[in-house]
């Protein structure tokens, strides 16, 4: 048999066929048109011969089985009959697969996800190695799709309905050991002897012989009990569609469309489950959340290679972070650079009782993965190893950057860069996390001012993906790769600003935030607030963020924001009450909501803020208005840091707004949202609030120009 340019196809003497692939020029294998043609041949080639006892299909590529279809592919539909038939093309393939009356077993070494996943479990078996590379899902739904090549029928069928939903709802990625105990793998193994246990999964199927399941496992009961009868398949059902709607609020269809073929195959069966699957992946591939979320994927692909700079300018070498405060945000900067860039560590607090609370911090993540297995106890011990801290500046001498999370002082950011620069090395970079004080007026304290940058890191700085980069005129092109290298490596998803009052995502959050208060000063309910935005796909409701923020963080930042840009980033005056009767938000359990008390369900509002504030929560207003008159603010900001040169492009634009402040990604952030909403139908919106509420709703300069030019953000 002829070796194809993807598959190359080895007979041994015992009859088993090897058959390992590579897709050539792609960092992971994918399912392209190219793999689905040459697979289509080879299975049939397989089918006809018939000294082959079983196959092994296995990668080529390290660490990578396959990664899932290629989505420029599923990008290339322009109808949904083309979408459609691309989900039967892949039914037809997996189907043939699974048809060869010769036991066929997947193993799987490296990521297998989406495609891959699917192709897999068309296999009669599938065994995969430990590696820490190793994961299995099927995370479709996170750009808005379904698994269409046969995952929403085979998933269940194989680990049960409950456990299928969990991870096709979620789109969540499981790594071997997990993996074995839901059925997803029938063996874990080394990477070495991969091939080995494949071969012996296979032996197993030709003798007949099934992974028996335990009858009195939790799994096996709840099988019995809910998905093994009508009644009980209902209940769960039911349940599953209450809990992903008061997830989504109606915004995403691709959960409930996955929802909806599994539903299909369970009670009509295979044919039926197929076909549904086949519809609703077309009319998802055609909508215009996916394309949004398809967008954000690209956007963040291009940005993972973006390295910050127009030069060729090389990045420094950073082996050692030096962290300047212990606190909440240099705790979290300490972590994600010791545990997550694998960087030495050294935190200066001015107490030890501080910097025991960070090291603390880092230990109780840590511990936290040791307990769900997810690292070994010698892994978290070595992490560990790489945070020090000190009193004093012992230790601060070879760090290559020092990031200060100190208290938002200018005086005290002046007086951390002398001493940083006294003692450390003149190469040494200084970065300071500031939420509000421009980086150039800090730097005006240093000697080496190129050597200044800002790195904004969001609470919590562990979990929040973005990390903005925001530089001076005179920061160096070689201090900006280093910090976007060195981000990439924490995790974060970095974007490069120039410097400005409130730098982006803070600068496009002030104004959203603001009319919140206007809002409520008119009298709208502060649970009506959060619920119409939240609604609106926001994760949290302004109000609810201003308390997790912290009140006092907010009106340290509002009076800057006004002194750059005037009346229209006016805080409302009554945010100044809450500060005088010590109202911080959360952090003092003293805020807009009432905590302190255990209590099931959401968090009450304390009615006392409205007798505080002066008002009575009584007036009527949709939530569509609520929702828009913050929108569009932000919307109508976004546009003049892009016309000012504060963000680079529309694309680091959307990420920031996405990354940075949960700006609804079904929306593909504000530049995506206002090219498919239109320009004119943006200023028109603005003009109408304009005429109601005064100048702070007045269209942006850039946005009437391009509305007279026709131009969009993306062209």
Request: net charge neutral; with cysteine; charged share 25%.
């Amino acid at each position: 048999m002829a070796n194809n340019s993807i598959f190359e196809f080895d007979l041994q003497d015992d009859g088993i066929a090897i058959v390992s692939f590579e897709v050539e020029g792609e960092a992971q294998n994918v399912l392209k048109q190219e793999f689905i043609d040459e697979a289509d041949s080879l299975i049939k080639d397989i089918a006809q011969q018939k000294e082959i006892k079983g196959v092994i299909f296995t990668s080529r590529k390290p660490k990578s089985f396959i990664a899932g279809a290629d989505i420029n592919m599923l990008n290339s539909a322009k109808t949904v009959e083309e979408a459609e038939q691309m989900s039967r093309n892949g039914h037809i393939i997996f189907d043939k697969i699974e048809a060869l009356n010769i036991p066929v077993v997947a193993a799987i070494d490296g990521v297998c996800l989406g495609g891959g996943l699917e192709f897999a479990l068309a296999c009669h078996g599938r065994v995969c190695s430990d590696d820490k590379s190793t994961k299995l899902g099927l995370p479709e739904v996170q750009i808005g799709l379904l698994p269409g090549g046969g995952g929403t029928q085979r998933l269940p069928k194989l680990i049960g309905i409950a456990a299928s939903l969990d991870l096709m709802l979620t789109g969540k990625q499981v790594f071997p050991k997990k993996a074995l105990k839901l059925g997803l793998v029938d063996e874990v193994t080394a990477s070495a002897n991969l091939i080995k246990a494949a071969r012996k999964r296979l032996m197993q199927l030709r003798k007949g012989q099934q992974k028996k399941k335990s009858i009195f496992s939790m799994q096996a009961l709840q099988t019995l009990a809910l998905e093994k009868n009508p009644i009980g398949r209902n209940i769960l059902f039911d349940q599953a569609k209450k809990q992903l709607l008061k997830k989504t609020k109606g915004n995403y269809p691709a959960p409930e469309k996955i929802l909806e073929c599994v539903e299909k195959g369970v009670s009509q069966g295979k044919a039926a489950g197929f076909a549904i699957e086949a519809k609703n992946f077309a009319e998802l591939v055609m909508s215009s959340e996916a394309k949004s979320l398809i967008n954000i994927f690209f956007a963040t692909t291009e940005l993972k290679k973006d390295t910050g700079i127009d030069s060729d300018v090389q990045p420094a070498t950073i082996d050692k972070v030096g962290v300047l405060g212990g606190g909440l945000m240099g705790s979290g900067i300490a972590y994600v650079s010791a545990d997550k860039a694998n960087k030495m560590v050294r935190i200066k607090d001015i107490s030890a009782d501080g910097i025991n609370k960070a090291l603390n911090y880092s230990w109780k993540i840590i511990s936290k993965k040791v307990k769900r297995r997810f690292i070994s106890d010698a892994d978290a011990k070595k992490t560990m190893s790489r945070l020090t801290g000190s009193i004093n500046y012992d230790g601060f001498h070879d760090c290559d950057m020092v990031i200060e999370a100190v208290f938002e002082k200018l005086e005290l950011k002046h007086q951390m860069v002398n001493e940083v620069e006294a003692n450390c090395s003149n190469k040494t970079i200084f970065a300071t996390n500031t939420s509000s004080i421009p980086i150039t007026e800090i730097a005006k304290a240093a000697k080496r001012p190129e050597q200044v940058v800002g790195l904004h890191y969001f609470s919590p700085v562990e979990k929040m993906p973005l990390l903005e980069i925001i530089t001076t005129p005179d920061t160096a092109d070689w201090v900006v790769a280093s910090c976007v290298e060195l981000g990439k490596k924490q995790g974060k998803t970095p974007i490069v600003v120039n410097d400005g009052a409130g730098f982006y995502v803070n600068r496009i959050l002030a104004p959203y935030m603001n009319e919140a208060g206007l809002l409520l000063s008119e009298g709208v309910a502060v649970e009506q607030l959060d619920k119409a935005l939240v609604k609106a796909g926001f994760p949290v409701g302004p109000i609810t963020l201003l308390d997790e923020v912290g009140i006092d963080v907010a009106t340290k930042v509002a009076p800057i924001l006004e002194d750059a840009f005037g009346e229209r980033m006016a805080p409302p005056k009554i945010f100044e009450r809450l500060i005088a009767d010590n109202r911080l938000g959360k952090k003092n359990g003293k805020g807009f909501y009432q905590y302190g008390k255990k209590q099931k369900g959401p968090k009450e509002v304390d009615s006392s803020v409205y007798q505080l504030l002066g008002v009575e929560p009584t007036k009527s207003m949709s939530n569509d208005e609520i929702a828009e008159r913050g929108i569009l603010l932000m919307l109508n900001e976004a546009v003049r840091c892009l016309d000012e040169g504060i963000i680079r492009s529309a694309r680091d634009g959307d990420i920031g707004a996405i990354f940075g402040i949960g700006f609804p990604p079904f929306r593909g952030g504000p530049f995506r949202y206002m090219d498919g909403m239109g320009i004119e139908q943006v200023i028109a919106r603005l003009k109408h609030y304009e005429a109601l509420h005064g100048e702070r709703f007045s269209p942006a300069a850039k946005l009437v120009s391009m509305a007279e030019q026709k131009e969009t953000f993306y062209g």
